[in-house]
């Protein structure tokens, strides 16, 4: 309850509890039938679409702020996988310090711009969530309560008109009975007063009841414009408001949708780069075995041919001939296979038949590659020719790997 003194006098703290107690009184005769109350069935309907769009949109507006911050949590639970992964790439690799650390740079390099892009990706789809949904719902959501704080008051202001008019209509009916009493005036009036004085008093009953019916009729309009006013806005406001909903939820749910897109398309590209330089490194350790190997190899070979340089001399042109591993082009990758036809349209393309074989050879300038491009030379040109000549470019999706 309020206090005296700030801001509120007793005369208006008077005024407050009177009115609740008239409240209360006239709902209590309204439900043992004593009194009239005022229905609006239709307006009773669209209180009751108020609450439920209210209700929904509450929860719509819940919702999206927990996926905000499950978005939020999976953000740094992958920055948490990124930062890991960055600090496994980071001690030296298998062979680092060897010929190739000009390549392994790049790929460091790509692999930081990756993570990097990653960050921003979830970053930037955590605002325009933010900004463009969740905004959205709560700027809708933000005229509900001043809505509803208006209709408590029509509520009430309802319930004063139905005082008023119980009251008014109580005075009208007691009227004629007040001026059948006044015109017959009680024998002890006539005994006391004087015929002349009997006019006078029978004059001013009948003023006092014309002032207190006056003073009803007067209150009785009051209440009624008071609350009209209220009901009329709400009748207009309560419709337009609940038509909105469908505006709202289109907006957010198709901007949700649009950024739900565009951040899986965008994320499906940047884990794309992220399998390829994991597949480059791969590539690159099995380069530097193989390239240890045959090191190691031609190192033994040199030794057994101090003794047996006849037999040394022979054992390679065999392998070749049956088609076994043998001596390999210099560059070599791996092998693949063409699982569909491809005919060059350029000097430096190689032309693929389904079934052919190709030693995949590595770039002598790697910024000379191109995505989805491979360099290589078909294995039966070189069982043949022992050259690079034929060597071309073709496409890696036309292939795979054997």
Not at 63 to 73: E, G, I, Q, R, S
Not at 129 to 140: A, E, F, G, K, N
Not at 201 to 220: D, G, K, M, R, W
């Amino acid at each position: 309850m309020a206090e005296i003194g700030k801001g509120v006098t007793a005369g208006k703290l008077a005024s407050n509890v009177q009115k609740r107690l008239s409240r209360a009184q006239e709902k209590v005769l309204q439900k043992l039938g004593k009194a009239d109350e005022t229905r609006d069935a239709a307006f009773e309907e669209m209180v009751a679409n108020f609450n439920k769009q209210m209700t929904e949109g509450t929860k719509l507006q819940k919702d999206l702020k927990a996926y905000m911050v499950a978005v939020k949590t999976m953000h740094e639970a992958s920055r948490r996988l990124q930062d890991c992964l960055a600090d496994m790439y980071e001690p030296d690799w298998y062979g680092k310090e060897e010929t190739d650390a000009l390549a392994e740079e790049m790929i460091e390099k790509e692999l930081d711009f990756t993570l990097e892009d990653l960050d921003t990706l979830w970053l930037e789809y955590h605002q325009n969530i933010t900004d463009q949904s969740l905004l959205c719902v709560d700027t809708y959501l933000a005229q509900f309560p001043e809505i509803k704080a208006r209709i408590a008051k029509r509520d009430r202001k309802m319930v004063d008109f139905d005082s008023a008019r119980h009251h008014f209509n109580s005075l009208q009916k007691s009227k004629k009975k007040d001026e059948a009493k006044i015109a017959k005036p009680a024998a002890l009036l006539e005994m006391a007063a004087p015929s002349w004085a009997q006019g006078l008093i029978s004059a001013h009953q009948v003023a006092q009841t014309n002032l207190s019916y006056n003073q009803a009729e007067e209150e009785l309009g009051r209440a009624q414009k008071i609350f009209e006013e209220l009901n009329v806005e709400l009748q207009d406001e309560l419709p337009t408001l609940w038509d909105s909903r469908v505006g709202v939820y289109v907006n957010a749910f198709q901007k949700l949708a649009n950024h739900q897109e565009k951040f899986h398309r965008e994320m499906g590209n940047l884990t794309q780069n992220l399998h390829d330089i994991m597949t480059k490194l791969e590539e690159q350790r099995e380069l530097k075995r193989d390239d240890a190997a045959i090191s190691k190899k031609g190192e033994g070979k040199k030794s057994e041919g101090a003794n047996h340089s006849e037999s040394a001399a022979v054992a390679p042109k065999s392998t070749v001939a049956n088609g076994s591993d043998g001596e390999l082009p210099p560059g070599f990758l791996y092998k693949v296979k063409a699982v569909h036809e491809y005919t060059a349209t350029d000097g430096d393309e190689l032309e693929l038949n389904v079934g052919d074989i190709v030693l995949v050879l590595a770039f002598d300038n790697p910024d000379e590659q191109d995505d989805g491009w491979l360099l290589g030379l078909k294995e039966s040109h070189w069982l043949q020719k022992k050259n690079i000549s034929a060597k071309g470019v073709f496409p890696e999706n036309f292939t795979q790997k054997v």
